[in-house]
């Protein structure tokens, strides 16, 4: 799946023109490398996204097309 739609269906990122322009600003990581809106997301991947001067690590547990919102926490965990 592609970093900026999973970025917004486990509602790291709001909305998915949000997640692109993060990932075009070089403020989106995925496994410490700096990430394109285009990257491809699986299992296991680690996050990384700064929001100003807060940083947020999470890894990828699950990738899914579609999810509630009250089960989109479960696609991904804090580090």
Do not use: H, Q, W
Not at 3 to 14: A, E, N, Q
Not at 32 to 41: D, G, L, Q, R, W
Not at 49 to 66: A, C, H, M, S, Y
């Amino acid at each position: 799946m592609r970093l900026d739609k999973f970025l917004k269906v486990s509602r790291l990122i709001k909305r998915r023109t949000v997640a692109n322009e993060a990932c075009d600003a070089g403020r989106v990581f995925l496994n410490e490398k700096p990430a394109k809106a285009s990257a491809n997301v699986k299992e296991g991947d680690i996050l990384t996204i700064r929001f100003g001067n807060k940083e947020v690590k999470v890894e990828v547990l699950d990738v899914r097309e579609t999810v509630k919102k009250e089960e989109a926490a479960e696609l991904f965990r804090y580090l």
